[in-house]
């Protein structure tokens, strides 16, 4: 006797398959979701209650850096800066300008600004700018061209991946530490960089072969 009519055996051949398909999908979904720009935030731009304009003040006007995220050579925090630093110059240019409401508020109530924050790592996540930048990891490296952007993005997804890659081989991204916040090196060939890169990384026994230990960011 048959209990099994000669076509389920197909049926359920092809069941298994599609069943197989459906889990390889729904596999790859979730991987790409990882990955995808949307979950890294890379390269979208965030709304800010002032549309300050890296582009303006850092690329066009020149103004470096440094001059309003003091603590990126010296402490783990670069820093946001305070409502005065902008006051420098806005008491006296655009200073009824409605975009700038906000910067006059929060001087006069000495509340600091709210930005939306484009570039942060998870809580237990170990960083420190001045270890990078005083070994001469410029800013560029980590952050993108910040002197083109008119409102802020995240450049490179803050994987554990991303980390790795330059600790495993962080030659070729090291600059002059006198030279942290330039933006353009592509006057720099690639064995002038890594001439540059094998020497620093002598001079300052940078022993890579730690860097890649989990507790050195996992603390
Ligand atoms: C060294 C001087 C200086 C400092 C410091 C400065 N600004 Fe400006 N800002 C300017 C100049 C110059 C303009 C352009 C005016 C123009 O285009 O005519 C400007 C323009 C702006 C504008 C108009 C939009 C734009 O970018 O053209 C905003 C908004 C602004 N600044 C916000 C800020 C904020 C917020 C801070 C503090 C974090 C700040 N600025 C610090 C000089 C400065
Ligand atoms: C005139 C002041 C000023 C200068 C100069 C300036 N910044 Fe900023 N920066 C800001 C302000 C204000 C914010 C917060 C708003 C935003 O995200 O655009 C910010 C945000 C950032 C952020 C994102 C931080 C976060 O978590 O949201 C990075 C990265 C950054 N700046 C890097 C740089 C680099 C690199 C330079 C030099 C090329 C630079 N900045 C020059 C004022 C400045
Ligand atoms: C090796 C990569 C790297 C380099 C080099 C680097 N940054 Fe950062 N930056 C980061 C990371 C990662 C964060 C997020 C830190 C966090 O969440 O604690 C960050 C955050 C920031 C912030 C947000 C405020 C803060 O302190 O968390 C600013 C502003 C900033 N960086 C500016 C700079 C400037 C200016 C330079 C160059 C002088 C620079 N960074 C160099 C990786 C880097
Ligand atoms: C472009 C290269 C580069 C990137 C990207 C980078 N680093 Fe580093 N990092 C370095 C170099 C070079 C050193 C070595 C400094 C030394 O040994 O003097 C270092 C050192 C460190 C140290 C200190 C190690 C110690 O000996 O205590 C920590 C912590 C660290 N990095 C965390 C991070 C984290 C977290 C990220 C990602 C969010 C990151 N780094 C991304 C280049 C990089
Ligand atoms: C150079 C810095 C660095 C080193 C070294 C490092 N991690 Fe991470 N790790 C990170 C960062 C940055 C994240 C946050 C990733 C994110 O937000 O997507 C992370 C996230 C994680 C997570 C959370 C889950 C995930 O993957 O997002 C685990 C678990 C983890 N790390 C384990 C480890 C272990 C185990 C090691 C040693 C083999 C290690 N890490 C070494 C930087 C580092």
Not at 55 to 77: Q, S, V
Not at 86 to 115: D, F, K, Y
Not at 196 to 218: E, V
Request: proline letters at 6%; a positive charge.
């Amino acid at each position: 006797m048959q209990v099994f009519s000669p076509s389920a055996d197909t049926w359920l051949r092809a069941g298994l398959a599609a069943l197989v398909v459906v889990v390889l999908g729904a596999l790859l979904v979730m991987a790409g979701y990882a990955d995808s720009t949307y979950a890294t935030q890379a390269g979208w731009a965030k709304d800010q209650d002032v549309p300050f304009s890296h582009k303006h003040h850092a690329g066009e006007l020149g103004i470096d850096c440094r001059y309003c995220h003091a603590g990126a050579e010296t402490h783990a925090d670069a820093g946001l800066p305070p409502t005065h630093v902008c006051m420098t110059c806005h008491s006296q240019i655009w200073t009824g300008a409605p975009m700038l409401a906000p910067v006059r508020r929060s001087l006069a109530e000495n509340r600091p600004l709210r930005w939306h924050r484009v570039a942060q790592v998870p809580d237990y996540v170990y960083f420190n700018h001045s270890i990078h930048v005083k070994r001469g990891v410029p800013c560029v490296e980590c952050h993108g061209r910040v002197d083109e952007m008119p409102l802020s993005w995240r450049a490179h997804p803050f994987q554990m991946q991303w980390c790795l890659d330059c600790h495993r081989d962080p030659a070729k991204r090291l600059k002059p530490p006198e030279q942290i916040t330039r933006m353009d090196w592509s006057n720099w060939s690639d064995a002038q960089a890594q001439r540059y890169g094998t020497a620093a990384i002598r001079r300052w026994h940078i022993d890579t072969k730690k860097l890649d230990n989990c507790g050195i960011c996992h603390r």
